[in-house]
């Protein structure tokens, strides 16, 4: 008796540690997730790709798992490449092909299509830096087929070429922006006239030899006087906040009415520091060099939206213009030259720019579809201009337009509409 009581204790105890280690293993799955968030946030992208992997493994198969798993690969792979020895292109099949599993078990996680497009948009980055024509415009064809750049993506990049003048150089704060830009000069060959630059690429020796150069007919040109040397040997600048003057053409000083001789005084600041000293980072300096380059000979504009840390200290320089901020050589605020209302108008006001907005209902991507906010933004530019010029009948203009072609389920509209709302009804009462 004694004897069976000591192996049904023994029994006992190994199926207590069977259902403990199971359950501490059930845990261990369900935070898998949190833990790989957790490497990711803290920017160790390849431990964060790991435990994904592991948790795949032992059967965590869900579309949020695998969209991760793309999501990380792909900073792994272009964000620590440092830590990246093995296949570029292996790499970047695994992205898509962990996407689009995660779009087969739900079709409904449509975040997946926004990385999707950036993974096809920095193909045909990689591409471009090879010199093959042929694989840049594929992959941007690939990347709208595959469902990566939804027509309302594509007509935001058009509502920025379109607020652009002739032969204009536009900055581009991200991948939403560029890629929408650059897929409808790629494949739709429409404003091929309008230099696009990346601010993010701005660091990169390579693509600034392919901009100072032009790629006919990808890319055109831009001002740039770094020499070669000076391109390969870009790195942060020893810099203090100096005053830099641009000289500006007698036909700007007619046009705006400046005193002869007139010449824009931009103060410059460093925007990188150690303990020792302050620096001008490669994109700062790239930018500074393509303005003084430039020498007003185009326009220059920076896409609506763009963080204001890039628009490197000129933020007093700019006139709202459509969705882009235009360069003008004298500070804009205060001025009747802050806003150019025929221009936003032009842009905002036209039906014909906004015929692929209520896509948005079926097609959105919730990751990417909140910067078309910047068309409620604009507007709300607009109506203020209207509301401080007594113009009360264009406040309604703006009304009515916003309520039959931009209200959507997926965007706070009506925050936007009421702000103008009571603009206009203060000026009535006025």
């Known amino acids: 008796m004694r004897s069976f009581n000591k192996n049904l204790f023994s029994v006992i105890i190994f199926f207590t540690a069977i259902i403990t280690y199971a359950t501490s293993f059930a845990i261990e799955i369900g935070d898998f997730k949190n833990k790989a968030i957790e490497a990711f946030k803290n920017e160790d992208y390849k431990k964060a790709v790991e435990i994904l992997k592991v948790a795949v493994e032992n059967g965590l198969e869900d579309a949020e798992t695998y969209y991760y798993l793309g999501y990380f690969t792909h900073y792994m792979l272009y964000d620590s490449k440092p830590l990246i020895k093995e296949n570029h292109i292996e790499y970047s099949n695994n992205v898509i092909e962990y996407l689009e599993k995660a779009l087969s078990l739900d079709p409904d996680f449509r975040n997946a299509y926004s990385f999707i497009g950036i993974e096809y948009g920095a193909r045909a980055m990689f591409a471009l830096y090879q010199g093959k024509k042929n694989e840049y415009i594929k992959f941007y064809t690939n990347g709208y087929e595959k469902g990566g750049f939804p027509d309302w993506q594509i007509e935001f990049g058009r509502n920025i070429l379109k607020s652009c003048e002739i032969n204009a150089i536009v900055f581009l704060g991200g991948d939403f922006d560029y890629n929408a830009v650059r897929y409808i000069q790629t494949i739709e060959k429409y404003r091929s006239d309008v230099t696009a630059i ?166 959105d991507i919730s990751r990417d579809s909140y910067i078309l906010n910047n068309y409620y933004s604009s507007l709300i530019e607009l109506a203020v201009y209207y509301y401080e010029n007594s113009q009360n009948e264009r406040l309604n203009d703006i009304i009515n337009f916003i309520e039959n072609h931009l209200t959507t389920s997926k965007l706070d509209y009506n925050r936007y509409l009421s702000y103008i709302k009571e603009l206009s009804i203060n000026k009535s009462d006025f």
């Open 198 to 363: 990346p601010i993010g690429h701005l660091d990169r020796p390579w693509f600034i030899k392919i901009l100072k150069n032009g790629f006919d007919p990808l890319v055109r040109e831009a001002p740039i006087s770094l020499s070669k040397y000076d391109i390969d040997d870009m790195r942060n600048y020893k810099w203090d906040t100096l005053l830099i003057e641009i000289p500006v053409d007698e036909g700007l000083i007619e046009k705006y009415g400046l005193e002869t001789g007139y010449s824009m005084k931009w103060t410059l600041e460093p925007d990188l520091k150690s303990e020792r000293r302050t620096y001008l980072s490669p994109r700062r300096a790239l930018l500074a060099d393509i303005i003084l380059t430039n020498k007003w000979e185009r326009p220059i504009h920076f896409a609506l939206g763009i963080l204001p840390k890039f628009h490197a200290g000129l933020d007093d320089f700019l006139q709202v213009y459509g969705m882009t901020h235009k360069l003008l050589p004298f500070e804009t605020k205060g001025t009747n030259h802050y806003i150019n209302p025929e221009a936003l108008s032009g842009i905002m006001l036209d039906e014909r720019n906004f015929t692929h907005f209520k896509t948005i209902e079926f097609k």
